[in-house]
């Protein structure tokens, strides 16, 4: 199959490998050629704009940062519409907004082109696993053509409904995560500074009603001090203002998810945008004192 590829950083590279790895012809297309170097050697074919990536594929993947990234490639000058013949599929795997996929979709349906979102979750990590959650949204026969390429990207591919569904699943699903950073930081400093060191904390509540996913990641990460990314403070500030935007537009009350938010601007403005999400807690830390560190 001729897959494209659009956006190969911290996340897109891993995805794409793995699709590629499937046997596939791909053609790849960063705004830095080096990213896509080892895809280059593995056999894809380089291509200089988002367009000649359509031109060439029947499926185009895109993983990009923001939603007006998402838009100016695919409608923009020389974006992926301006090359995508009738027939082609398009999958958006960013976290994107659903106005943003609706009006991609609309533009792309006068073509001919069928647009799906399908935002993944599970961090570099499980994308060079390829053991990503994928959440689609958008035609059903064309999903179910084009699962077994999804199918090398993450191993809990689920069909979420109409398009927009996936992405606003992906909303949902990283303000929980998120937020759930905020609280683990109070938690977490409130034992720490109460006498119990942070590993014996992770150990009690590991076995215990406590236990979240996103705890895991500690050991690793916060106990080390180890802030490097992954998934940025930028991203994570993004998505968590998807999610309240979301909320103003439908009228959804959401004080805990602003708070949630307002952390990770504090984060943001305290110049730890490009650091991984996870250095949220170091706001928290600040504030109460005390360092969640092993010695």
């Given at each position: 199959m001729k897959v494209g590829f659009i956006g190969v950083g911290f996340m897109?590279?891993?995805?794409?490998?793995n699709v590629a790895k499937g046997g596939h012809d791909m053609?790849?297309?960063?705004?830095?050629?080096?990213?896509?170097?080892e895809l280059i050697a593995m056999g894809a074919t380089w291509a200089d704009s988002p367009?000649?990536?359509a031109e060439a594929s029947e499926v185009v993947f895109t993983s990009l940062p923001r939603p007006e990234n998402v838009e100016e490639v695919a409608l923009g000058e020389g974006g992926i519409l301006s090359g995508a013949k009738a027939g082609t599929v398009y999958f958006d795997l960013s976290t994107t907004d659903p106005?943003?996929?609706f009006r991609i979709s609309e533009r792309a349906n006068k073509q001919g082109i069928t647009v799906l979102d399908a935002p993944v979750s599970g961090g570099t990590i499980g994308a060079e696993a390829a053991s990503l959650c994928v959440m689609v949204g958008g035609d059903k026969?064309?999903?179910d053509q084009y699962k077994p390429v999804l199918d090398l990207i993450g191993d809990k591919v689920t069909y979420?409904?109409?398009?927009?569904?996936?992405?606003?699943?992906?909303?949902?699903?990283?303000?929980i995560g998120l937020s759930c950073s905020v609280l683990l930081s109070e938690a977490f400093s409130l034992g720490v500074k109460a006498g119990v060191d942070p590993q014996t904390l992770f150990d009690a509540i590991k076995g215990?009603?406590?236990n979240t996913q996103t705890m895991q990641g500690f050991p690793n990460g916060l106990f080390k001090g180890n802030f490097e990314p992954g998934f940025m403070v930028d991203l994570a500030a993004k998505d968590v203002g998807l999610a309240t935007e979301m909320g103003r537009r439908l009228r959804v009350p959401m004080e805990i998810s602003n708070?949630?938010?307002q952390r990770y601007i504090d984060s943001q403005n305290k110049g730890w945008g490009r650091m991984a999400a996870g250095s949220v807690v170091r706001v928290q830390e600040e504030r109460a004192g005390v360092e969640i560190r092993l010695e």
């Open positions: 897109g590279r891993h995805m794409a490998r053609t790849v297309f960063d705004i830095h050629k080096e990213a896509a170097q367009r000649a990536v106005d943003t996929i026969i064309k999903y979420c409904g109409e398009l927009g569904n996936g992405a606003i699943c992906k909303i949902v699903n990283n303000l215990s009603s406590g708070i949630v938010q």
